[in-house]
């Protein structure tokens, strides 16, 4: 079986390293499917769901957005926040939503919402992934 190798960096650690037959990833335009040989390419990425395929099944890791490098041999995924589907945390993923909410409410025309609304997006795909793998279990 070909394969790729990726490595998924968060600001503070390597949270994925190896080989992969396939990498999915939440391009600003759409998922972006990556299988061995793939062009180069270089693209954004969106809060969501990073999917890396192995012959042991499949592992997802949580993205805050990014930038993904591809080669033919090899895909690099920077990311501010990178967190491992399962050491997502529910409670926390639900108020930094509602803060996010609250302050879309509360703010005022001189206040610069593109932060807000990124804490908001963010909130909503690490929820949306943990609703993901809770449907898989049952």
């Given at each position: ?18 080989e ?37 099944g ?18 690099t ?8 589907a ?19 409410e509360?703010?005022t ?16 795909a690490?929820l949306?992934m943990?609703?993901?793998i ?5």
């Open positions: 079986m070909s394969t790729i190798h990726v490595d998924v960096v968060s600001a503070t650690e390597s949270l994925y390293s190896g992969v037959s396939c990498v999915f990833a939440p391009a600003s335009t759409g998922e972006l499917g990556i299988y061995p040989k793939h062009t180069a390419l270089l693209s954004i990425l969106k809060p969501g769901e990073v999917r890396v395929e192995t012959d042991k499949v592992e997802s890791i949580y993205i805050s957005g990014g930038i993904i490098e591809v080669q033919p041999d090899v895909v995924i920077f990311s501010d926040t990178a967190i491992r399962d050491n997502l945390d529910e409670s926390k993923a639900l108020e930094a939503k509602q803060r996010a909410q609250e302050a879309i509360n703010a025309e001189s206040q610069d919402i593109s932060a807000i609304q990124v804490a908001l997006a963010e909130s909503i690490q949306q943990i609703n993901k809770r449907s898989k279990k049952i």
